[in-house]
């Protein structure tokens, strides 16, 4: 009889469900998708040094922290466009005006964010705004604390942005914690920001948003374990089976 040589073949594993994906973050809706493509679009002109991104990020920046269309000098300006193309082609139900708000706080905090940095790019995918804060904490410790130590006006202030009552409060609140990204270089992803404010404005959707922004922040802090670290997009730093998003991936109410 003829034989093949081989020993009966083992059945593979099957992959643990506890193991994160890829990317476990959630997909950006139009909000993040328009602010995503104005400021990527800027950011790459800007480091370049062209002219007219430079004149732009220059009008931009003083609308950071006011509303959409407030500031007639930035009509056309502020991601508003792209807002308008992302809209025509997606059959969502999207609240236009939340959007607007969302898109613009987004893209001029961004260009007071990007603000004479020309080495690096201040919007980063990777990071989130918990995440962010988080790293700035790291960064502004005193030589005397533990590497984990928390910075409290820094949480303070991420706090603030949470128990805010109004966009305008958020604006307000999100353009102090910018500048201090700002001043160490530490990166944020303007895209995600966009949706979540979005998402913020419908009032049944915002105990979820503060939840994510209090979630990055605490899945960014150094594992005791391992000493690594996480952006606060995902689980890596705590637990593998945790996302920083909500599990409802749905664009929000539409309340």
Known sequence: MTTTGQGPQRAQPAASSSLPSPDRRRPPGPAGLAAGRC???LQRRYRQDNPAAVADLARLRR???K???EVQDHWGLGGL???AEVLADTE???RREHAEEAVYLAVTLWAL???SVRDSDMHNPKSSLGGAVRTLMRKKRSENRSEDEPNEPLRTRLVRVGTAESIESVAVRLREIVLLLRGEQVPLDYGRLADQLYRWQSRPDRAAVRREWGREFHLAAPNRKTGQRSDGNDGDAIDHTLSAD???NSYGSGE
């Open 92 to 94: 969502r139900h999207v």
């Open 63 to 65: 609308g950071a922290g």
């Open 246 to 248: 909500e599990e409802d």
């Open 113 to 115: 964010h990007q603000q």
């Open 81 to 83: 466009e792209e807002l």
């Open 67 to 69: 509303m959409a269309h």
């Open 39 to 41: 400021i990527s679009q």
